[in-house]
């Protein structure tokens, strides 16, 4: 059964240092998603992605973020300067069409130092 | 008042229980209402959804939504030990590209 994969299962970093996760939609998959979720709190959505540009972001998602699709198969969320309070898990997902059937990934979890 | 509200829990309970799950929202424009469940250091993983009021079943899982009361549940029959896990309400409006807003998340554990 197609998947989503995220890479690296477990980053540490030091604060103010730029990161980049990496996501692998399910090949016909046409929207993307990234969703964080600090521990022991809820899933909160950061960026929708399609067709090559933002659809949707939220207020979390500052100018220290950034998210591209560099090849036909890679989704990347890139924070620039990191901090302390970035660490979590971050989730990344897809979807074939709008219809809200998201798949998600198994998570990279962030530890900023 | 929070978007979606659902209780943390912890929630205990013994093998072959019935278990139910509950949200409340605060949109009257959430059209789209789906039950995920999380194992502990997963990804959400997509159990149920439901466009409409009243109830959809699928084996041992049925998801109700009651949209005069912006009320959901999720109903487990049967329970098992590999139920235990955190079970995340989410909704949406179902625009295009619509994000999904999720509840806390309930952490369920079955008691064999």
């Known amino acids: 059964e197609p998947e989503v994969t995220q890479t690296p299962s477990h980053q540490v970093t030091q604060m103010g240092q730029e990161v980049i996760l990496r996501c692998v939609p399910i090949s016909n998959h046409l929207y993307f998603y990234w969703y964080r979720q600090i521990l022991g709190q809820k899933v909160e959505f950061l960026v929708s992605f399609y067709n090559n540009e933002i659809s949707e972001k939220s207020e979390i998602f500052d100018d220290q973020f950034s998210v591209e699709r560099p090849d036909g198969s890679n989704f990347t969320l890139k924070i620039r300067s990191t901090k302390l309070e970035d660490s979590a898990m971050y989730f990344c997902?897809?979807?074939?069409?709008?219809?809200?059937?998201?798949?998600f990934g198994p998570g990279t979890r962030l530890t900023v130092l | 008042q929070k978007e979606v509200e659902q209780d943390p829990g912890p929630l205990s309970v013994p093998e072959g229980a019935i278990v139910s799950l509950n949200c409340t929202y605060s949109?009257?424009?959430?059209?789209?209402f789906m039950w995920y469940r999380q194992y502990s250091r997963k990804g959400p993983e997509l159990l149920m959804y439901?466009?409409?009021?009243g109830n959809k079943e699928d084996g041992r899982f049925t998801a109700q939504v009651d949209k005069s009361s912006k009320y959901i549940s999720l109903f487990i029959r049967d329970s098992q030990p590999s139920d235990s896990a955190t079970y995340l309400c989410a909704m949406s409006e179902l625009s295009e590209d619509d994000k999904i807003i999720f509840g806390k998340g309930t952490r369920l554990h079955i008691l064999p």
């Open positions: 997902a897809s979807s074939e069409t709008s219809d809200n059937e998201q798949f």
């Open positions: 439901t466009y409409s009021s």
């Open positions: 949109n009257s424009a959430f059209q789209y």
